[in-house]
């Protein structure tokens, strides 16, 4: 085990950056506790963050650097995100929010294969069932360490059956979309490509929309300019700055307003009361 100090970038709230129902990570008194992946195996790490801003951790690792690589990414340290608070701040619509929570960034997965397995649980169902969904796969898929699981490696998703995955709670069609994809999808590739490139390579895959190609960018490769387009809550908001029942479509158009920071939109977005279907009295810009 290491003892590490990070510097991330400000604004920075480690429990801003951790994500929601996540079974690859605890956090519990402002204290992180999260499973690694690394080519040469499990890791885990222990983050907390003091008054001066710095994380402090401790990492347990085969290869430390390898877990430090991929701790920085499920935290989301690689990304300086003022820009967008610049662009932000005098934005009609974003700016009350970003004010309120200037240190909120997009959630990332431990693992490009659980982001896959996230695009999937989490299509048109509500997000506590998804939650379900994601935590049956992973178990059925992925080794535990502490009482967190690891993230799942292209393997053992592809370990998987179509009808292993439907006792998880996938539909048949979800379910042989993962088989395939973990079978099928260049990971390595795909992380190369510009997003742009990378969102049209998801989208031709059938089954996978542009909900889930933005889930698979954002959280699986960590891409700010990728977002969740045609979220629900997304839809429900740009039918309120619309008045009148929005699409995918619309909330593209909405979230291509704040680019290369759709992700970041995206998140502060989501928390608008109108993305929940309550009351704002606040100013509405379409």
Do not use: N
Not at 114 to 122: F, K
Not at 164 to 179: D, I, K, V, W, Y
Not at 186 to 191: F, S
Not at 229 to 253: N, P
């Amino acid at each position: 085990m290491i003892e590490l100090e990070l510097t991330p970038p400000h604004p920075y709230r480690l429990a801003d950056a951790v994500g929601g129902r996540d079974p690859t990570r605890r956090m519990a008194g402002g204290v992180l506790d999260v499973a690694l992946l690394t080519e040469a195996g499990a890791g885990r790490a222990r983050v907390w963050q003091r008054h001066d801003g710095t994380l402090g951790a401790r990492l347990s690792a085969p290869d430390p650097a390898s877990g430090l690589d991929r701790l920085r990414f499920a935290l989301g340290l690689d990304t300086d995100h003022t820009p967008f608070l610049r662009m932000a701040e005098c934005d009609e619509l974003l700016g009350p929010f970003v004010r309120r929570r200037p240190a909120l960034r997009p959630a990332r997965c431990g693992s490009f294969a659980q982001s896959l397995v996230r695009a999937l649980a989490g299509q048109l169902v509500p997000a506590v069932e998804a939650a379900r969904i994601e935590r049956r796969v992973l178990a059925a898929v992925s080794g535990h360490r502490d009482g967190l699981r690891i993230p799942p490696a292209g393997a053992d998703l592809r370990r998987l059956s179509p009808a292993a995955a439907e006792r998880c709670g996938l539909s048949p069609r979800r379910s042989g979309t993962l088989a395939r994809l973990a079978r099928t999808l260049p990971a390595g590739r795909l992380g190369a490509a510009p997003t742009d490139a990378a969102l049209r390579r998801l989208t031709a895959e059938p089954g996978i929309g542009p909900w889930a190609a933005g889930v698979i960018c954002g959280q699986g490769l960590g891409r700010p300019d990728a977002a969740p387009a045609g979220d629900l809550g997304l839809v429900k908001l740009c039918s309120a700055l619309l008045g009148r029942r929005a699409d995918a479509a619309d909330t593209e158009r909405l979230l291509g307003r704040y680019a290369p920071w759709q992700g970041f939109a995206a998140a502060h977005l989501l928390s608008h009361p109108l993305a929940h279907g309550q009351a704002y009295r606040g100013h509405l810009a379409a």
